[in-house]
């Protein structure tokens, strides 16, 4: 089974920019399509972006053109490089796990505990 423990969050100012990380312990990393969902306050968690083997990636609207999923196999890895970070981005991050790869939360049975960003104005 995949575990999942993510990291970079912090505070940064609107128009600056984050890496997240996600790393994943256990076995056929390669095998699961990764994404990354976050929260605010008193909100729905929705999606962000998703990433599987062979090069297929899927952002949200409200991200598209900002953020970057990427994922590094040899090091069960994946990253969410977030650029011009603005103040509605903030929020929790989790990074998700999956045997399919879709916007939907409930394709991914893998979560980790997430990682704040806050983006001050």
Not at 27 to 52: D, H, I, L, T
């Amino acid at each position: 089974q995949v575990q999942l423990v993510e990291s970079g969050g912090g505070l940064v100012q609107a128009g600056g920019s984050l890496r997240l990380s996600c790393a994943a312990s256990g076995r056929s990393f390669s095998m699961y399509a990764m994404a990354w969902f976050r929260q605010a306050p008193g909100k729905e968690r929705e999606f962000v972006a998703a990433v599987k083997n062979g090069g297929w990636i899927y952002y949200a609207d409200s991200v598209k053109g900002r953020f970057t999923i990427s994922r590094d196999n040899a090091r069960n890895t994946v990253y969410l490089q977030m650029n011009n970070l603005k103040p509605e981005d903030t929020a929790l991050y989790y990074c998700a796990a999956g045997g399919a790869a879709s916007a939907r939360s409930q394709s991914y049975d893998r979560w980790g505990q997430g990682t704040q960003v806050t983006v001050s104005s």
